[in-house]
């Protein structure tokens, strides 16, 4: 019986690390009804500050509603009311400085990305 709880909590403490490892960022400013659902899942929980957002997250916003969020590369991603925003894929890696991400504004508007796009991928107009 000991050896089957000592089991059941080292798979959950392994899920902990993978899920971890899947952090993109966290919420810097809610305002409203921010909300994110995972894209396989469809688990949705309530964002508020300093909430966890994930490498395969939607993120929605609701009327009058605002969300900032900062990402582990340091890049800033602001959403308007009435916005959705799919993080498909992202991976980064603090020691390389490298990484590579896949978001799609599926609807609304987000400002600052192209200023973050520039930045990080030394775009030139």
Request: aromatic residues 4%.
């Amino acid at each position: 019986m000991l050896i089957r709880k000592l089991t059941v909590i080292a798979l959950f403490m392994g899920c902990g690390v993978a899920h971890a490892a899947d952090i993109a960022g966290k919420t810097m400013l809610v305002v409203g009804s921010v909300n994110a659902s995972d894209i396989k899942t469809n688990v949705k929980r309530k964002l508020k500050r300093r909430t966890a957002v994930f490498g395969q997250d939607l993120i929605t916003t609701g009327d009058k509603a605002k969300a900032q969020l900062r990402m582990s590369d340091g890049g800033l991603i602001a959403l308007k009311a009435n916005s959705e925003l799919k993080i498909a894929d992202y991976q980064y890696s603090d020691e390389s400085g490298k990484g590579s991400v896949v978001m799609e504004l599926v609807k609304g508007a987000c400002a600052r990305l192209r200023e973050i796009l520039r930045r990080k991928m030394a775009i030139i107009d």
